[in-house]
């Protein structure tokens, strides 16, 4: 890795409350090399980079409303599966926030969650949001017309 790959400057913002460790670099590198001679650690990284690059690739294929949908089956893998169609979403979770993952404003993400509610496939009327049918979003979405991510 080069130095001129290292950002300057970065913003985190923490979604819970969390504890951050920062670790020198080089201490991180010597450390996997003597405890991950396999590199077990790394290759799980890549599988998870790769994941997240397939939805910056398959989000910027789909239009408004899908994107919306996109991003909150993004988010039942975070969520809480009540049953096997069931999903409590991240406590996080917010318009605002879905908006922004989704790349659209806060009112026509309203107008999208509204027609879902409508359909009975969200409540959102108080926290933790729930997907009420899964499968119906995934049919909403298409996502079984998706390209395959591996």
Do not use: C
Not at 30 to 58: F, G, S
Not at 86 to 107: D, H, I, M, Q
Not at 113 to 142: A, M, Y
Request: net charge neutral; proline share 4%.
């Amino acid at each position: 890795m080069y130095n001129e790959d290292i950002p300057t400057q970065s913003r985190l913002e923490a979604l819970t409350d969390v504890i951050w460790w920062r670790i020198d670099f080089s201490f991180l590198k010597q450390t996997l090399l003597l405890e991950d001679p396999r590199n077990y650690i790394l290759l799980h990284y890549m599988a998870r980079t790769r994941r997240e690059l397939y939805a910056l690739a398959v989000i910027n294929r789909l239009n408004s409303k899908e994107r919306i949908y996109f991003s909150l089956l993004s988010l039942i893998d975070l969520g809480f599966h009540k049953d096997t169609n069931v999903v409590e979403l991240p406590e996080f979770l917010t318009y605002e926030r879905l908006a922004e993952l989704s790349n659209t404003s806060k009112g026509y993400t309203s107008k999208v969650l509204l027609h879902l509610r409508e359909e009975k496939i969200l409540i959102s009327n108080k926290k933790p949001w729930i997907i009420s049918d899964v499968k119906k979003l995934k049919e909403l979405l298409g996502a079984d017309n998706l390209p395959e991510p591996f």
